[in-house]
């Protein structure tokens, strides 16, 4: 799987949108990137993924770029329960094992 | 969405004994689970894989024969510490995927913390 970039930490005002980018330069064709999110004491929880197209749901929007070496995560609004470590994970899947890297460590202030 | 669940949440043993982890796909079949390890501030190591229905595949430097690890169904796989030890003490996560296609996600249960005295 291709290794991925994360800034270790990053702190966000409560009500504004959290942007974590992730590099993943060396991605290639058929791997998908996904994004999880640990809080304290908790398994990791699956939050979106995508392979070339932006996409939206109910907690968060992803964005690739079209080169596909990037992407960024948003959350349109955080809250203080948003506080957690967040992943950035490329994997071609095929049933195989997720590979986590350091995170970005987001915390969200009031 | 899908929901993988772990039990126990977190476990005491004393040294020397053995204890077991059970980790469910409550709504849907899992023919592979995964198994990891979290040491405190790091990040989840990968220790095996588990296979329905055969042995499961370790990662180097994990003992199989101290972390016994049994799928026997599409929705139960069980990971054994035996013989703990205060370094074995972590937080153990598993996770399953809901289906083999390339674009599915997994999911992790809720983790067990385990602290051997």
């Known amino acids: 799987d291709a290794k991925t970039t994360q800034p270790t930490s990053m702190d966000c005002a409560e009500g504004r949108a959290a942007n974590l980018p992730c590099n993943h330069s060396?991605?290639?064709?058929?791997?998908?990137v996904y994004w999880y999110r640990q809080i304290h004491s908790q398994g990791p929880q699956y939050i979106i993924h995508g392979l070339k197209n932006n996409e939206t749901n109910e907690m968060a929007s992803l964005i690739i770029t079209e080169d596909r070496k990037s992407s960024t995560l948003i959350l349109p609004h955080a809250t203080l329960r948003d506080t957690a470590v967040y992943y950035c994970i490329v994997s071609n899947n095929a049933g195989n094992m997720l590979t986590f890297g350091g995170g970005t460590r987001l915390m969200v202030k009031p | 969405g899908a929901v993988v669940s772990q039990h126990p949440s977190r476990v005491i043993c004393k040294s020397g004994t053995s204890v077991k982890i059970e980790c469910r796909s409550l709504?849907?079949?899992?023919?592979?689970m995964f198994w990891y390890r979290q040491f405190p501030k790091q990040s989840l190591m990968l220790m095996a894989t588990?296979?329905?229905?055969?042995?499961?595949?370790?990662e180097q430097g994990v003992e199989k024969d101290k972390f016994l690890i049994n799928h026997a169904s599409l929705t139960l796989s069980t990971l054994t510490v035996t013989s703990a030890h205060p370094e074995d003490s972590s937080f153990y996560i598993c996770?399953?995927?809901?289906?083999?296609?390339?674009?599915?996600?997994?999911?992790f249960g809720q983790g067990t913390r385990l602290t051997v005295v």
């Open positions: 588990s296979n329905e229905g055969s042995k499961a595949t370790y």
């Open positions: 060396t991605i290639s064709g058929n791997e998908y």
């Open positions: 709504d849907f079949q899992a023919t592979t």
């Open positions: 996770s399953a995927r809901r289906g083999a296609a390339q674009y599915t996600e997994a999911f």
